[in-house]
T-cell receptor, first 111, second 114 residues
Framework: GNSVTQMEGPVTLSEEAFLTINCTYT??????LFWYVQYPGEGLQLLLK?????DKGSNKGFEATYRKETTSFHLEKGSVQVSDSAVYFC??????????FGTGTSLTVIP | DTGVSQDPRHKITKRGQNVTFRCDPI?????LYWYRQTLGQGPEFLTY????????KSRLLSDRFSAERPKGSFSTLEIQRTEQGDSAMYLC????????????FGPGTRLTVT
């Protein structure tokens, strides 16, 4: 079946620290992979995507590379800001319809 | 550019009552999705429409749940005879489909069943 496993949170970092949030997946077929971000009191926002192996998605300083050999899609940012504090969700779809989400990783960035 | 909107944002109801939620997708999107999210979890798929046709339903969508998209635009999700276990955030998303699988989410409707 299809599933996503994310590193457990919460994660607390100081401003300007390097961020990695691990995401691994199991999928039947060839999934597209996504990272979504949920700020307090808001809905999920698409952060970045990758639709085939070795693709790198990037947005707002965040990056993730689709690694088929390790079935991973880890989220990274070189220098986090207080405004990056949110919950981050890794997700996949194989059909373009039903998305499968991880449980989310809460990030708090302190000044 | 209006995104996905949902109404109401919050709903408190007594156990056994019926509730209905509305979702208005991004106007040019022909696909619409409903998800449920409980505290500390990621969203779980409930159902999906392409235009007015409901093409997929999750096992999570019990007989007490019904969703419609009568004219291929807005959608409603009704829960009959609510139970405390129905308390959750109900999320709506829409997409263009085809080569653009990314889904765009609304702010959600938070349901509390007392």
């Amino acid at each position: 079946g299809n599933s996503v496993t994310q590193m457990e949170g919460p994660v607390t970092l100081s401003e300007e620290a390097f961020l990695t949030i691990n995401c691994t997946y199991t999928a039947t077929g060839y999934p597209s992979l996504f990272w979504y971000v949920q700020y307090p009191g808001e809905g999920l926002q698409l952060l970045l995507k990758a639709t085939k192996a070795d693709d790198k998605g990037s947005n707002k300083g965040f990056e993730a590379t689709y690694r088929k050999e390790t079935t991973s899609f880890h989220l990274e940012k070189g220098s986090v800001q207080v405004s990056d504090s949110a919950v981050y969700f890794c997700a996949l779809t194989t059909t373009g319809n039903q998305f499968y989400f991880g449980t989310g990783t809460s990030l708090t960035v302190i000044p | 550019d209006t995104g996905v909107s949902q109404d109401p944002r919050h709903k408190i109801t007594k156990r056994g009552q019926n509730v209905t939620f509305r979702c208005d997708p991004i106007s040019e999107h022909n696909r619409l999705y409903w998800y449920r999210q409980t505290l500390g979890q990621g969203p779980e798929f409930l159902t999906y429409f392409q235009n007015e046709a409901q093409l997929e339903k999750s096992r999570l969508l019990s007989d007490r749940f019904s969703a419609e998209r009568p004219k291929g635009s807005f959608s409603t999700l009704e829960i009959q005879r609510t139970e405390q276990g129905d308390s959750a955030m109900y999320l709506c998303a829409s997409s263009l489909g085809g080569g653009s699988p990314e889904q765009y989410f609304g702010p959600g409707t938070r349901l509390t069943v007392t």
